[in-house]
């Protein structure tokens, strides 16, 4: 049994054992390292996983195609640094993803919160009107997010200005 066939049996283990004999045979397969980290994940070792994804993180894509999946790596790295407790590593995993596929929504919100969190107000902003631009209907949330980094900034009348837009964008009740 193959890792990926082994993921969908839900037989973790032996995904683990295909995806180390995959890695064995070619340390820089990606996908074999990607396998390895969600088969690690779900067996509940977030440090292993996280260990398992280190060569790749360090290494850089030869295509385009690898560059996709270098992203993927790195925004599953993010991840696992975070439950893991290591915000600071997280964001850097975050960054490093979004540099090489700027477009992902969801890695935009996760990183924007991310740097909130930090104090990192002036990056989270940038990181916000960029969902923004992508998904214009996350306007009343991702405003209210605005506005709150706006305010530990001391822009208070441009945090009121987007609390208000905020509250115009909000989806009203049919009650």
Wanted: aromatic share 4%.
């Amino acid at each position: 049994m193959q890792g990926a066939e082994a993921i969908d049996n839900n037989d973790y283990e032996a995904a683990v054992a295909a995806y180390r004999a995959g890695l064995a045979q070619d340390a820089s397969s990606l996908a074999a390292a990607n396998g390895l980290a969600v088969s690690l994940r779900w067996l509940g070792d977030d440090e292993g996983a996280l260990e398992s994804l280190r060569p790749l993180i360090e290494s850089a894509p030869d295509s385009e195609e690898e560059e996709g999946q270098r992203a993927q790596v790195l925004a599953l790295a993010g991840e696992l640094a975070l439950e893991l407790g290591r915000e600071d590593e997280a964001i850097v995993h975050y960054l490093a993803s979004l540099a090489l596929e700027s477009d992902q929504l969801g890695l935009l919100i996760r990183t924007a919160d991310a740097l909130s969190r930090q104090l990192r107000f002036a990056e989270a902003l940038e990181l916000y009107q960029r969902v923004l631009n992508l998904e214009p209907l996350s306007a009343p949330m991702i405003l209210e997010r605005r506005a709150i980094a706006l305010i530990n900034l001391g822009r208070t009348e441009e945090a009121k200005a987007e609390f208000e837009e905020a509250i115009r964008k909000a989806p009203r009740s049919t009650r």
